[in-house]
């Protein structure tokens, strides 16, 4: 499928996970019957609150089977944000997981990069205190192109991308919990970015509301190849809406052939952990 509807949904999502699941459910539903054939959500979209660890889930589990049904129901891929996961680790990971319109788990990514700031006479946050870091970069093959897999902070390491990008990516997924402080100056400027670099159409629903620790920026995107902001999200829950075009990377990358020219013969960038599924 060269051309399809895409939707990206914003939530404000909070401590009542049915609740927030139900949200998920009711824009899928509408985005759904307007065409979109795939379906993404923010980072966290389960559970956001002062217990996260102890609303971690396996993979799959109560939240993945909940939106299986829903492929199933609509005949859609949907990407699930990302939820906490339990694994065999003391810290669940940051896990995102695709669906096929069979319900079935078809890629599954942990977030690589951990949030960890310690500011002298400033705040500090770390990530890595609720967190398990993934050790894999994350690829599918879908009928829907070669879709690249991340989650929120790893947007700031453009060398992850490239990585996608030279492994065939051609839709980058940047499901985000973003606050308004970096929000309002960076998260515009990177996605676009990351999108013209690569020659790539960037999809990035995002978290908006008050949060525990932090105010959500929202603004959820959906980024062309040539770095055009083709959907942007207002400021309260929701979902957006852009055509997919494939045919669009091609023509882009013959327009500037940016990843054809690199100089491998000075520098390289590669990485032994990908995983395509």
């Known amino acids: ?26 824009f899928i539903e509408e985005a759904a019957a307007k065409g979109a054939k795939l379906v993404a959500m923010p980072e966290t979209m389960n559970y956001i609150g002062p217990e996260y ?26 990407h699930c944000g990302s939820i906490p996961e339990i694994y065999d680790q003391e810290k669940p990971y940051n896990t995102t997981v695709l669906l096929n319109p069979q319900g079935e788990i078809v890629a599954k990514y942990q977030k690589l990069h951990m949030f960890d700031v310690e500011i002298s006479d400033g705040p500090s946050y770390k990530e890595s205190d609720d967190n398990s870091p993934g050790q894999e970069i ?25 990585i996608m990008a030279l492994n065939g ?11 308004m402080n970096t929000g309002k100056d960076h998260w515009e400027t990177i996605l676009r970015a990351r999108a013209i670099e690569n020659s790539c159409y ?16 929202g603004k959820s995107l959906i980024v062309d190849p040539w770095g055009n902001v083709i959907a942007k999200a207002s400021d309260r829950p929701g979902y957006v809406m852009a055509e997919i075009d494939l045919d669009m990377i091609d023509f882009v990358r013959a327009q500037v052939p940016s990843l054809q020219n690199r100089r491998t013969d000075v520098y390289s960038i590669s990485s032994d952990k990908v995983k395509i599924y």
């Open 1 to 26: 499928m060269r051309k399809f509807m895409l939707a990206a949904i914003q939530l404000d999502s909070q401590s009542d996970k049915q609740k927030n699941l139900a949200a998920a459910a009711g």
């Open 53 to 78: 660890r102890q609303n971690g889930e396996p993979v799959p589990g109560p939240t993945t089977d909940f939106f299986a049904k829903l492929a199933v129901k609509w005949g859609i891929w949907i």
């Open 169 to 179: 990516a051609q839709i980058l997924f940047t499901p985000a919990c973003f606050t």
């Open 202 to 217: 960037v999809v990035s629903p995002g978290q908006i509301g008050i949060k525990p620790k932090l105010q959500a920026y």
């Open 138 to 162: 994350v690829l599918a093959k879908t009928e829907l192109g070669i879709l690249g897999l991340s989650i929120c902070y790893d947007i700031r390491f453009g060398e992850m991308y490239r």
